[in-house]
């Protein structure tokens, strides 16, 4: 069965979902020193990589193909192979002295005479005594991931449950469960099966329509991959690879989604009618809160990580102008999606663009204090079942929904931390007025340097039911206006060994702890 799957899998990639996975399997099956070289100057090598075969180093070099190969495209493979057996222009790290092997890796099959010619070509270089030369196709690759057992073989029965989970069937919260597998004792060269793992979840939510979880199932990968390696410095060479995985997956399935944003969805009724939902009252906001968190994340990756600057003012142009079109970006119908909000206001302050975020945070704020007033509800929990969120949203109208008030608002302590963070002191008077008037209780979590920071079932963490922010702008040292941003750890781990917006992402995935300390510095705003 898991060769169906597996097979299903490989089938429906595009070249570049394949590049994060195809990391991983190069480190599960002995390679080191694995780099990705596609883009303009790959000299016809999407990967480098060495491995030790009888006790000699080799250096390997792979191009990547999605689909099948018919002669026509092989012979602009054979172009390229032969720039694989013969440049040495590539990567510092490419060693021009190896004894070398080239692969041609694709995800379909060498159909027609394709096959034949490959054959004849691989064997007229061994005539000459040259590199190595193979085709790992589509069966190669199902072998490799199904049946070996460095790779899934052996996977747990609920990866099967999730991938014959159809698209509303899906949830975040299942997957964050199943993901809670891939945090191990110690780390090991196990967390890259988890890497595989997690690129056939992703790659099924994609196919189901469910770009958004494909893009947080990364997150989940990374999540788990720091919890694993909590602890130990430098980071251990396989934690790296797992973690390079997870960012480019996440890029990859981040950046399907503001593709398919570009030049959309700047007209509510656009993206309500998408929807295509009699509940677009409940899923427009949700929609909407989606949208800015993940390409928030998205740009500043970009802006942080990648170096991008000129691609992170493009996202942030648009979430800039999405948030002006669709009042839904400010109205977090639960405290779930009330982290949804730092992404894109931390991307809106990197980029300078300081009139939209005060926009939009004076509209949640403005959102959150109404559904407090006059005998509002509130807002549900972080951990809420949809269910839950519609009935504290709607419910206040209807007499036969019997719920009680619940006067903690985790977005709303959000707001107040986020003007704390980018010093908007006439913010932060206005959202600590609004939520006092209508006595808002301001629930915070707060987490040390240890598994709490990853988890939510393990760990140690401190609640604070209501945490006495300054009731005006009187802030201590520059910006603490709060007894947690003065008390516990300066950084934690994943900013000690470089990976700062990782920790943001963790935030994502968690839902209802965050690292207000760690915005300051992707601001650069750090004492």
């Not at 975040?172 to 780390?187: D, N, P, Q, V, Y």
């Not at 909000?341 to 926009?359: C, E, G, H, K, W």
Request: net charge negative.
């Amino acid at each position: 069965m898991l060769d169906d799957v597996i097979g299903n899998y490989i089938d429906s990639l595009t070249e570049r979902e394949f590049d994060a996975p195809f990391m991983a399997l190069l480190r599960l099956h002995g390679f080191f020193d694995i780099h990705f070289r596609h883009g303009s100057f790959e000299f016809g090598k999407d990967f480098i990589a060495k491995r030790v075969e009888d006790g000699k180093p080799y250096q390997y070099t792979f191009q990547t193909k999605a689909g099948d190969i018919g002669l026509a495209e092989w012979n602009v493979c054979r172009g390229q192979v032969d720039m694989l057996r013969t440049d040495t222009l590539s990567h510092p790290n490419f060693d021009k002295e190896m004894p070398r092997a080239a692969r041609l890796v694709t995800t379909g099959r060498l159909v027609g005479a394709a096959a034949p010619a490959a054959q004849q070509y691989g064997q007229h270089l061994a005539s000459l005594s040259e590199a190595g030369f193979l085709v790992w196709d589509r069966d190669t690759l199902v072998e490799m991931l199904a049946t070996d057992p460095r790779s899934l073989s052996g996977s747990p029965v609920s990866l099967l449950q999730a991938l014959g989970s159809r698209g509303e069937h899906l949830s975040f919260s299942e997957l964050e469960k199943h993901s809670r597998g891939w945090i191990r004792s110690a780390c090991s060269t196990l967390n890259l099966r988890d890497s595989l793992e997690a690129a056939v979840i992703a790659n099924h939510c994609r196919r189901q329509n469910r770009i958004d979880l494909a893009s947080w199932t990364a997150l989940l990968l990374l999540r788990s991959t720091l919890a694993t390696a909590h602890g130990q410095t430098p980071l251990p060479d396989s934690a790296d690879v797992a973690l390079s995985a997870a960012r480019s997956m996440f890029e990859e399935y981040a950046g399907q989604l503001w593709a398919s944003c570009q030049g959309k969805f700047l007209n509510p009724d656009e993206i309500i009618m998408a929807d295509n939902n009699p509940a677009a009252y409940v899923t427009y906001p949700v929609r909407c809160a989606t949208i800015i968190e993940i390409l928030g994340l998205l740009g500043l990756l970009r802006a942080d990580v990648r170096g991008d600057r000129a691609g992170a003012q493009e996202i942030a142009e648009y979430v800039r102008d999405f948030v002006g079109a669709n009042v839904g970006a400010a109205h977090p119908i639960s405290d779930r999606w009330g982290i949804s909000l730092v992404p894109a206001i931390l991307l809106l302050a990197n980029l300078d663009d300081t009139q939209s975020l005060r926009s939009l945070i004076r509209a949640t704020t403005k959102w959150i204090a109404d559904r407090y007033d006059d005998g509002g509800l509130g807002l549900a929990g972080p951990h809420s079942t949809p269910k839950e969120e519609v009935e504290f949203l709607l419910g206040p109208p209807f007499e036969h929904v019997a719920l009680t008030r619940r006067p903690e608002s985790y977005s709303a302590a959000i707001v107040l931390d986020l003007t704390s963070v980018l010093e908007e002191s006439e913010l932060f008077d206005l959202a600590r007025n609004e939520f006092l008037a209508v006595d808002i209780v301001l629930p915070v979590i707060e987490v040390g340097d240890d598994q709490g920071q990853y988890c939510l079932h393990a760990g140690e963490y401190h609640m604070e039911p209501n945490m006495p922010f300054e009731e005006h702008w009187r802030p201590v040292d520059g910006w603490k206006n709060s007894p947690h941003h003065r008390r516990g750890n300066e950084t934690l781990y994943p900013e000690r060994v470089g990976y700062e917006w990782d920790e943001l992402s963790i935030s994502c995935v968690l839902r209802d702890r965050y690292f207000v300390k760690g915005w300051r510095r992707l601001l650069g705003l750090a004492e």
